[in-house]
């Protein structure tokens, strides 16, 4: 644990501080990769949207739709940027529709 600090610490910080020393910045994107879909893709995705994971730069996402499988698989890099873009870091390389 940290020394305790006599100075006060911006909360967003403290929090950022406490995530680097306890090593859960891979747990924070997954997260985070997560609720960048569900923001971007809208309510008309996410209802055929069954699972998104980012593991190693990959974010897999499972569909129920094989229609929209199809026509999301057509613009894989506009949707890496936009989500890169949404996370404010090259977080996602590759998109795997399933």
């Known amino acids: 644990m940290a ?9 967003n910080e403290a929090l950022n501080e406490f995530i680097k020393e306890n090593k859960l910045q891979k747990g924070m ?3 985070d990769a997560r609720a960048a879909w569900e923001k971007l893709m809208g309510n ?4 055929y ?9 990959t974010l897999y ?7 929209l499988r199809e026509e999301l698989s057509l613009g894989k890099s506009k949707i890496i940027a936009m989500l890169n873009e949404e996370l404010k870091k090259e977080l996602i390389k590759k998109l795997v529709l399933r």
């Open 3 to 11: 020394k305790r600090r006599n100075s006060h610490l911006p909360l």
């Open 61 to 67: 996402v499972s569909l129920s739709s094989s229609v």
């Open 44 to 47: 008309g995705v996410n209802n």
């Open 49 to 57: 949207t069954t699972s998104v994971e980012l593991k190693n730069e």
């Open 29 to 31: 994107d997954k997260v």
